[in-house]
């Protein structure tokens, strides 16, 4: 290697900066996540066996690269670059097995020579706004070449090809759609530090150095010579000379001063590096990843598949339909690989793509039907492989324990969410079930509650799906503490220090079911202060059913009791309910009926009867509103401790000398629960028919709206129910003999015998099959 590679600049504040060539360069451009790219870096790695690989990335990662030949590592895996303290600031570098980044590594790792990452560093990123280029070289080759579809000309030119030599096509096409193209702001940047990488390994004294990096920055750092006599013009490395933005003419690539002068200054932040592992869907278009492909499982089966890669795409799609118990023959797999081939002919291209494989699929294996094509696609397409990292990879402490308690739990992360059912009665199942909520206390939410199977507090249902972007969460979490439940104690003590009541006793809840009996006496004395200040009521009402639940999972999560505060809330409930329900609006009428709702659960779970005691006390005031006072009539009439007729009182509410909205209000709070009562009740329904037929259009239409309301809340069944009972005339007026007490049949009693004779018959209410 000539001398002067290894005299480059001299270090320190307006040294100069000396040009060093750099003979043995060669720049593989590529797209990011190919299978064709890989294949082709690879083999020209092997051919030209450089002294040194640099890999677009950020240098902060150089000493991670070692982990990449980790047995324990398996990609999908992305470096992950956090701010300390603030990790909302990250940034993500995913790699497949088939990213042609990743390729260069495992070379590297192969060949024992070294890797470095030669990108802006992440320090400087972060710091910077992202202003990314808005062209679309793929697309505008593309279009030169005569396709509409810029990925079906890039699968055909190379990922389904893979050569090496097509690389040098890449490159002078590339460099034609660059021509004339200004490099401003971050992209500029990025590439001056590229270039100047280059250079400090040139002055190391390295003589062949191979640079994987996107296709589009491949004409900054190689810039054309002359095209010797019958040849084509090629990058001759890195030189000296005039910029793009040179006097000189564009052509030649900006000078080491220049790029010094670009880097001077630039923001900067401190950084952390980490591997994460990342999954196919999130490498897909449209995950939040710009550089993102739209079919991940087909290119890593284009990459790692050794031959016949149409027929071993379909055989797996016909394993895959055969485990949903889909009559899918050897002979469908023979037919759809012809017809596959077929139509790659047909459209002129050297294999048949995704697209003709997919649409052989749908044809011959699916019979046109497109939910088994959804989980094709879903499984294939896309794939659901999690990467894997290993245990040497650097970690905050929080995410240490949380991977011991997968572990310990086996519990292991998938990338596809999955339906899990708990019984807490189990005590694998209840450290589970304490695991996914202590995660979510800390906003991390590995797992989403579904509505139990089965009745009772000893089971839950949990949809679980593993996302990379949960690894920033639990960087987000770390301050909070350094194992699961440490940190959740710390979070819901933080929590609770700025809390309402109604926030205070949704917090005792949940450290009930994350069990962190570190943090749930300082929360019952927060809610024993505030509940000793707040005169406020309604504080106390939306309180109390939290409280109430919480205290139903004492036996089986083995935590104490908390009669003492619910009843002592209770009873100041009871002594400040008839006084708050003076004076309401209907919005704050409405507010206090799903209160008293609230409460009256929780009344019946604690097994009180001062609470029915207090509203049959409330109801025989007349100025309530009307909302609440249908609301508490039907609580009573429901627990059969109404002091009058329910019939009588519902023809008091409704009588003409209350407004019509009042008794549309009254209506509505008492049937607010559903329909089925008008339905089973003759003597109901005929009240509110006589009232409702009683209006005079002007007083019908102020009504309508509540009416609507009303009505339109009950179930359509419900709904139809009613309408036929009083098309029927099954509701009688007062006092005709439909209403007495002595008719000769019960409506209520004879539903349910009705009901089953249709079922046995087989018929709707009118008589049709």
């Given at each position: ?100 980044e990743w390729q260069a590594i495992a070379y590297a790792a192969r060949a024992g020579v070294e890797a470095r990452f030669c990108d802006l560093p992440a320090a400087h990123s972060l710091a910077l706004d992202a202003d990314p280029v808005r062209r679309d070289p793929i697309g505008e080759l593309a279009r030169a ?119 001077r200054g630039l923001p900067k932040v401190r950084v952390e590096m980490t591997w994460v592992p990342w999954t196919h869907g999130r490498l897909a278009a449209g995950a939040g990843y710009g550089a993102g492909v739209a079919a991940p499982g087909w290119y890593e089966h284009l990459f790692t598949a050794p031959d ?462």
């Amino acid at each position: 290697m000539p001398a002067d590679i290894a005299a480059g600049a001299s270090s320190g504040p307006g040294a100069p900066v000396r040009e060093v060539p750099v003979p043995g360069l060669s720049v593989l451009g590529v797209r990011h996540h190919g299978p064709g790219s890989a294949r082709a870096v690879r083999d020209e790695l092997n051919r030209i066996r450089p002294d040194l690989v640099l890999v677009e990335g950020p240098p902060e990662a150089d000493g991670l690269v070692a982990l990449a030949a980790d047995p324990g590592m398996r990609p999908p895996v992305a470096l992950l670059a956090y701010v300390p303290g603030e990790p909302s600031r990250a940034a993500f570098w995913p790699f497949a097995e088939f990213s042609p980044e990743w390729q260069a590594i495992a070379y590297a790792a192969r060949a024992g020579v070294e890797a470095r990452f030669c990108d802006l560093p992440a320090a400087h990123s972060l710091a910077l706004d992202a202003d990314p280029v808005r062209r679309d070289p793929i697309g505008e080759l593309a279009r030169a070449a005569g396709y509409d579809d810029p990925e079906r000309w890039w699968e055909d030119l190379v990922e389904h090809r893979g050569e090496a030599g097509t690389l040098d096509v890449v490159a002078e096409a590339m460099r034609a759609v660059r021509e004339g193209h200004v490099a401003e702001g971050v992209e500029a940047r990025r590439e001056a530090y590229m270039r100047r990488t280059l250079r400090k390994a040139a002055r190391e004294g390295f003589a062949r150095i191979a640079v994987v990096c996107g296709a589009w920055h491949l004409p900054a750092l190689t810039p054309p010579t002359p095209a010797p006599p019958g040849g084509r013009a090629r990058g001759s490395g890195l030189t000296a000379g005039p910029g793009p933005n040179s006097p000189d003419g564009p052509g030649r690539l900006p000078s080491a001063a220049e790029d010094e002068r670009l880097l001077r200054g630039l923001p900067k932040v401190r950084v952390e590096m980490t591997w994460v592992p990342w999954t196919h869907g999130r490498l897909a278009a449209g995950a939040g990843y710009g550089a993102g492909v739209a079919a991940p499982g087909w290119y890593e089966h284009l990459f790692t598949a050794p031959d016949r890669p149409v027929e071993r795409w379909l055989a797996r799609a016909a394993a895959i339909l055969r485990e949903e118990d889909l009559p899918v023959s050897s002979a469908h797999v023979i037919e759809a690989v012809r017809l596959a081939e077929g139509l790659a002919v047909l459209r002129g291209r050297p294999l048949a793509g995704l697209s003709e494989v997919t649409e052989a699929v749908r044809a011959v294996l699916c019979g046109g039907d497109e939910l088994p094509v959804e989980l094709v696609q879903r499984r294939m397409v896309v794939g659901e492989r999690l990467g894997r990292v290993p245990d040497a990879t650097p970690m905050v402490p929080l995410r240490r324990d949380l991977r011991d308690e997968q572990r310990r739990l086996r519990m292991k992360p998938e990338a596809m969410a999955g339906e899990h059912d708990l019984d807490l009665r189990r005590p694998l199942d209840l450290g589970r079930s304490r695991l996914l909520h202590r995660l979510a206390l800390l906003d991390v939410p590995w797992g989403t509650p579904r509505r139990a199977r089965s009745k009772g507090t000893f089971k839950e249902s949990w949809s679980l799906e593993w996302r990379p972007e949960l690894d920033v969460a639990l960087i987000e979490a770390a301050v909070w503490g350094i194992t699961v439940e440490a940190a959740a104690t710390a979070r819901v003590r933080d929590l609770a220090g700025g809390a309402g009541l109604s926030e205070l006793a949704a917090l005792v809840e949940r450290c009930l079911l994350a069990h962190l009996p570190g943090a749930l006496p300082y929360v019952l004395g927060r809610i024993e202060d505030r509940a000793a200040l707040d005169g406020e009521v309604r504080h106390l009402m939306g309180a109390l059913p939290a409280l109430v639940r919480a205290g139903r999972y004492g036996d089986v999560r083995g935590t104490e009791g908390l009669a003492g505060v619910t009843e002592s809330m209770l009873a100041r409930i009871c002594a400040g309910l008839s006084p708050a329900l003076t004076g309401l609006d209907e919005d704050a009428a409405r507010e206090m009926a799903a209160l008293m709702d609230g409460v009256h659960t929780a009344a019946g779970l604690m097994g009180s009867g001062r609470w029915l005691a207090t509203l049959a006390g409330i109801a025989r005031r007349d100025d309530l509103p009307g909302l609440l006072d249908g609301r508490i009539v039907r609580i009573l009439f429901d627990a059969e401790a109404l002091e009058d007729d329910v019939a009588a009182r519902m023809a008091r509410s409704m009588s003409p000398g209350n407004p019509p909205a009042r008794s549309a209000a009254w209506m509505e709070g008492f049937l607010s629960d559903g329909g089925l009562l008008l339905v089973h009740d003759p003597r109901l329904l005929a009240t509110v028919d006589s009232w409702l037929t009683g209006l005079s259009p002007e007083a019908f239409v102020d009504a309508l709206p509540l009416l609507r309301r009303t009505f339109g809340a009950f179930p359509a069944p419900e709904r139809r129910m009613i309408g036929r009972r009083v098309r029927s005339g099954a509701a009688p007026r007062p006092g005709s003999p439909g209403g007495d007490e002595g008719a000769d049949y019960d409506d209520g009693l004879a539903a349910g015998a009705v009901r089953t004779v249709r079922d046995i018959l087989g018929r709707e209410p009118d008589g049709r099959p």
